[in-house]
């Protein structure tokens, strides 16, 4: 059977102005914009243990999951430095919702991006003998 064998973009729509939400994840996120005004997120780049992956789940109707945002998606990025960014985010004056957390994959924090969608970051954690089954 034929079967999907990655995520090749993710594609939303603005609720406003569409190149200065564009120009809000360049600022605060670092997203390399192209001329066309997306980004080209390449797996090589990421130099993460895992070398990158995508997860991708469907979550239930009754989940609250992406509040406080009543948006039917949220986008998880991945991110180098978690800590720094928070602070940065912070300095910058970004609603942080909750986080940095850390969990057995890695450090997550959500924020609210300036349309009310709400983003969730992660620092994928480094392997070592302890958790490279995780």
């Not at 991110?79 to 850390?102: H, K, N, W």
């Amino acid at each position: 059977m034929a079967k999907v064998t990655g995520i090749g973009g993710i594609f939303f729509k603005s609720r406003n102005d569409s190149a200065a939400l564009a120009g809000w994840y360049h600022k605060h996120l670092g997203m390399p914009l192209e001329s066309w005004g997306g980004a080209v997120l390449r797996w090589p780049d990421d130099t993460a243990e895992d070398k990158g992956l995508t997860v991708w789940t469907v979550a239930d109707k009754d989940s609250q999951w992406f509040s406080p945002s009543d948006s039917v998606l949220m986008i998880n990025y991945r991110v180098d430095d978690l800590d720094a960014l928070i602070e940065q985010l912070r300095t910058d004056g970004v609603q942080i919702v909750s986080g940095p957390e850390s969990h057995e994959n890695g450090k997550f924090a959500w924020i609210m991006d300036p349309e009310g969608n709400k983003v969730e970051l992660w620092e994928p954690m480094a392997r070592n003998e302890k958790n490279k089954g995780a």
